[in-house]
């Protein structure tokens, strides 16, 4: 009998049985059946994931193939969803995270990371709570405390490698990342990271000079710029793939490993003497940094290796040294050949697009120079998304927070934590309700007191264009008041 693996590509499984084209086709998958489309879509969707896309019932699909003579192999993942769902359901119910973690160990122990990556996203897919899902972000940790000392040490042994890069048409293997390649430079960025993991932890187990300390865990949140690199650069592109349900986890965690570190910090650097109350705190954070770092390595950049493309890698190296580098020197690091002469291309086109055409104002008239010349003068990040929630424009002066090139173009949702996503929408369907027409977010980011502002934008007839964000850091003019 004739075997489908479903964990095969739909472009392996028609090369392999090409009367399958029809079958799908008649299925609903007519888009992905074009030749275009197999070439590109197919190389990277299995079965499940295009029932999911297409909204067709996996029953429905099973019971087609076999009644056209073909056995369904590969459903492995279904019982390994049911077993991820009792985890859930086990740390809910208020059992112990080592007791659940036990027998993940010994039912997902020989199972690829990224397979338990697909498994989490398909329960997100099929109803269960994100923060549910990220509690088995801590269990899928228990991967890496069970690796042995020799594995561990590879995380803190990442290297640029100087292979010669793929074809634009393929897709690069990790094996075959060229130095200065954009996951080359977060690996590095990755081992600079558990350097520093190390030193703060050698001074707390030695004589435990707390000053240090202190200035260790502060510089410990460049973090963020990290975090913020593979949320903006890789996770939208992902997205875009249908790959969501491991960078949604991720994201939130992230964000919790993000606020713990900033209340540590801010505790340390009012009163020293808070040392010994936050020691076991900064101890699991710690932790929690290193699994993140074994997580990007074994589930977030073999994934995105898989379905980026060369014109969507130069793109992240275009935003990354933009975005500033983290636990690296920015200037030593590795360039990526490929990627400096796409950006010298790009640069030539940039700048062949900048014209000397005016733009009319009611109170006058700009050339298109001059007025890029005045915004960049402004010390505030402003953002506009259209009508449809699209980013279309963005002003980064004050660099108040990062906004990468590649966001241009995209939903503005996917430039937010998923937390948060629900807020930004309801703020956006409001604003073209006019049921407000502005709204006003205050507080310390980093200790800095940070402004910003969301106001509506409509035309004369009252038709809502879209929305306007501005950001701003206000010390320069608090500390110009106090003196």
Known sequence: MKQIDL?????????EYPELKEIL??????????????KLMGRIMTLPRGAVVK???MEKIRAALEEHGFAIVGAEQQERQAMLREYVGRLNRGESLDSVRADFVRNFEHVDAAEIADAEQDLIKGGVPLKDVQKLCDVHAALFHDRSEMEKSELQAIAAKTHKAAAASQFLAEEDLPAGHPLSLLKLENAGMVKHLDAIQHEMTGAENVEKITGLVASLNAVRSHYAK???LLMPLLYDYGVTGPSQVMW???DEIKREL???????????ENYPLYKGRINQVCTRIREMVFKEDRILFP???RYLTQEQWCEVYRDLFEMGMAFVDAETMPRWPEGEAWLKEKSAQNMAAVLDGKVKLPTGELTVRQLQGILKLLDVDITF????DILRYFLNEGKVFSRPLSALGREVYSCHPPEIIPVVRQMLLDFKAKKRTHMEVWRRIMGRPIGVRYVAVYDDDGEYMGTVEFVQDYQKALDKFKK
């Open 55 to 57: 909204g067709i019932p």
């Open 252 to 254: 939130g965690v992230d």
């Open 385 to 388: 998304i259209d009508k449809d």
């Open 7 to 15: 964990n095969k590509s739909v472009a392996e499984l028609v090369h």
């Open 303 to 305: 994934l995105s290796l």
């Open 25 to 38: 086709a008649e299925l609903g998958f007519t888009d992905i059946m074009k030749p275009a489309a197999l």
């Open 230 to 232: 593979k949320e903006e």
């Open 262 to 272: 900033g209340t540590i910090t801010k505790a340390l650097k009012e009163d020293a």
